[in-house]
């Protein structure tokens, strides 16, 4: 394994580990000001490395502009930074809790303390934001961090590798690069706590792994996120907030609309309407400057292949907003693409889609809608377009998903002061606002009794209180 340290030799995990461990014990428990002080230096990193992280991203995926990265991912970054910055004094707040009049004049409370080191595991498709977020929640609850990025996006993986070296010690954050063997490795670690994004498939053998050595694990997976029209509402407006959500990143986005539900009498207006948005989006079609390629072969095939396979077994196939003689004139790039009428059972209906390409499925009654998501495992994000009313409610109360959006798709993920996170087969355990701090902090209940209380009577030989205690 390779790994920064600050003579940047190679070292094996299990030493930085225990370098990181060995500092987290033997120093004292990071201040408010070094906290924020740590995480300065991050937000200023993330500054001073821009134009490197843009470029080197676009370079990953064949293409995406460096506005998309920019506002994508390292505004997104800055903001959370920011956000637990002027939030952390209330954050490591000790909480007074409640004490019985029995138990009087003791008092209690909680502490958030770090957990030590913790271990983030990145995927590719935000390969900056899903790295630095996760640190910077960690630095912020004063832990060490050892960060695997994904060996997807190579160049930046090496960037981020590159930016920690510069800006912290190897005792407060390393950085391991590897596949899928050293993501293994790296899982098998005997860390504090350990933090994934990812696959579900991967994610289950995560969490196999850290369970040998009992390390918690927090799990932000992936899945078939839903979008739901409610009847009547295809109208431009809310056309423009499906497509973003869809298409930001080439559709390789975890929380984007996976498929669409919609009224049957609706199902010609959203063909319509979705071209139509599409088209004032991506003007320039698939040389537009804010589409993003495919990562890789791979990728773009298996996604051709769902096309391919729904086609075969009688869908309508419908590229939208690209004119067909453009469709291939950059690298991976993929015309938006709606199917409609994949049987439930095809491969694009039971597998997530991280691509540009959304099938529609039609409905004529809630209820069927209500039906379907709870037939299929728990979405990371479920999304109504509609009114505020009783149908809006039943949805929002019969379904269960990581997170909602209601008349906007993605836009939870920016709300700091939301939990984010998976449920069931799309994760566990959540960050971003006070939960992200929580979730990288252990809260350590202490009671603390006065000189006076009635539990310093309950002594052995137990009889006489008994009686009385519970007379
Ligand atoms: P992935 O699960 O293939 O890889 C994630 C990380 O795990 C990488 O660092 C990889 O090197 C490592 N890894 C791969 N095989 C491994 C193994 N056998 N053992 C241990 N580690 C291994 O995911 P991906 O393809 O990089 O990312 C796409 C997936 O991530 C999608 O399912 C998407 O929905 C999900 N995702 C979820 C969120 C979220 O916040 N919930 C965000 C982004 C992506």
Not at 93 to 108: Q, T
Not at 258 to 277: I, M, N, P, Q
Not at 360 to 389: C, K, M, S, W
Request: with cysteine; charged share 20%.
């Amino acid at each position: 394994m390779i790994l920064n340290t600050d003579t940047h030799e190679s070292v094996n995990a299990t030493d930085v580990l225990a370098r990181q461990r060995h500092a987290f014990l033997n120093e004292d428990v990071p201040t408010l000001k070094q906290r924020k002080a740590r995480l300065a230096k991050l937000r200023a990193a993330v500054g001073a490395y821009r134009e490197e992280l843009e470029e080197a991203v676009s370079q990953d995926f064949g293409h995406r502009s460096r506005h998309e990265t920019g506002i994508l991912e390292l505004m997104v970054i800055i903001q959370s930074i920011n956000y637990l910055s002027r939030n952390l004094r209330r954050f490591m707040k000790p909480e007074r809790r409640h004490v019985s009049l029995f138990y009087r004049a003791g008092s209690a409370h909680v502490e958030f303390q770090p957990l030590g080191v913790v271990g983030i595991m990145a995927p590719w498709n935000y390969p900056v934001s899903l790295t630095l977020i996760p640190l910077a929640t960690a630095l912020a609850a004063g832990n060490r961090a050892m960060l695997k990025p994904s060996e997807l996006t190579p160049e930046t993986s090496e960037v981020i590798r590159r930016m920690m070296v510069e800006t912290f010690t190897a005792e407060e954050v390393s950085v391991v690069l590897g596949g899928p063997e050293v993501g293994a490795a790296f899982s098998r670690l005997p860390l504090d706590h350990l933090f994934f994004t990812g696959s579900t498939q991967v994610g289950r053998k995560v969490m196999n792994a850290a369970s040998e050595n009992l390390v918690p694990v927090t799990l932000e997976l992936g899945g078939k996120s839903p979008v739901i029209i409610g009847r009547g509402h295809v109208n431009s407006r809310n056309m423009d907030n499906i497509v973003f959500g869809k298409l930001s990143n080439g559709g390789q986005t975890c929380v984007a609309p996976d498929y669409a539900l919609v009224h049957e009498d609706d199902l010609e207006s959203f063909v319509t309407e979705y071209s139509t948005s599409v088209s004032r989006f991506y003007p320039q079609g698939p040389t537009s400057q804010d589409y993003t390629s495919i990562v890789n072969d791979q990728h773009y095939q298996r996604l051709t292949g769902l096309i391919k396979e729904a086609r075969e077994q009688g869908a309508k196939v419908i590229e939208t907003g690209f004119e067909p003689e453009t469709a291939v004139s950059r690298q991976r790039t993929l015309a938006p693409t709606l199917i409609v009428g994949a049987s439930d059972d095809s491969a694009i209906m039971e597998e997530e889609i991280f691509g540009p390409v959304l099938p529609i499925r039609t409905y004529r009654h809630l209820d069927e809608v209500i039906q379907y998501v709870n037939d299929r495992p728990r979405p990371l994000a479920l999304y109504y377009f509609g009114e505020r009313d009783g149908d809006c409610d039943r949805v929002l109360q019969r379904t269960t998903s990581g997170n909602v959006g209601i008349n906007n798709t993605i836009m939870h993920v920016a709300q700091e002061d939301l939990p984010f996170g998976g449920v069931g087969q799309s994760g566990m355990g959540t960050y971003h606002g006070i939960e992200g701090f929580r979730t990288m902090s252990h809260a350590k209940g202490v009671f603390s009794q006065g000189h006076w209380n009635l539990p310093s009577l309950v002594r052995a030989p137990f009889g006489r209180f008994a009686e009385f205690a519970l007379a």
